[in-house]
């Protein structure tokens, strides 16, 4: 098998988004390279010569993260589901494990700062910009689900939203009221003017067109802080874990498990009324 032809058919199918494709490039260049240098052929991959690649990965001259040799992994692995079958993917974990890291969490009143800093007038693009914020704070959305949201997605009358997530999964998520506010604002007062032709998206730019992510980002530097908000503030408010999940499409529980380590202060509450010997 010519795995420099089985990397590039991987990485034109038409099922990978465009910023996965251009990590994957990268690191799949790096792989090939490595096959090239032990004269092996994809197909021949196995447990033993991924554990050698891991290790080469890992050595000190190339000093590359856990989370970086972990992705390239992952990237590997696709490219062989994609080229030889699931069947023959080599499934021993290899991976380092990485460092757990808490996600930095807003407060509520930073949230606000933030919000209210966004959009100080009446005019569209003020009133956009807040409902957007408002909007991914409210429902704990991803930057791209949020952008990728349509008008059909919004119902104001039973205050939810549509989300199209990760995967294709989909799912329903409860709206806020401030939210639900400054979204009928944003409909009645803001959008109308921006409107250009026969655009379905709910949030627009100044030209009329979908926004794409980095209108978030230049509102709010690193805008999944308000993901995160979501997840912790809902957790501190005493839901469950497992509803939370569910609330942010994780697919599994142990992606939402970090944010049981991000409010230790309500769990000391918690066990100094319930403990006998607190």
Known sequence: MDSSRAIERFLASPGLAEATRRAYRSDLADFGRWLRDNALRLDEVDVRALASYTAELGRAR?????????????????????????????VAAL???????????????????????SG???????????ALLELVYSCGLRSAEAVGLDLSDLDLDREHVHVRGKGGKERLVPLGE???????LWLRDGRPALARGACDALFLSARGRRLDTSTLRRLVANP??????????????????????ELLGHASLSTTQIYSHVDSRRLRRVYDRAHPRS
Do not use: K
């Open 62 to 90: 190339r000093g590359l993260a856990a989370a970086t040799i972990a992705r390239r992994l992952a990237a590997v692995r696709s490219l062989m589901r994609h080229a030889v079958g699931p069947a023959n993917v080599p």
């Open 178 to 184: 401030e939210a639900a506010w400054r979204l009928g």
């Open 224 to 245: 999944h802080r308000f993901r995160h908000a979501y997840a912790t503030h809902l957790l501190e408010g005493g839901v469950d874990l497992r509803t939370i999940q």
């Open 120 to 130: 100080r007038g009446d005019d569209p693009l003020s009133l956009r910009n807040v």
């Open 95 to 117: 991976a380092p494990r990485r460092p757990r890291r808490l996600p930095e969490t807003p407060t509520l009143a930073e949230v606000e700062r933030l919000v209210a800093a």
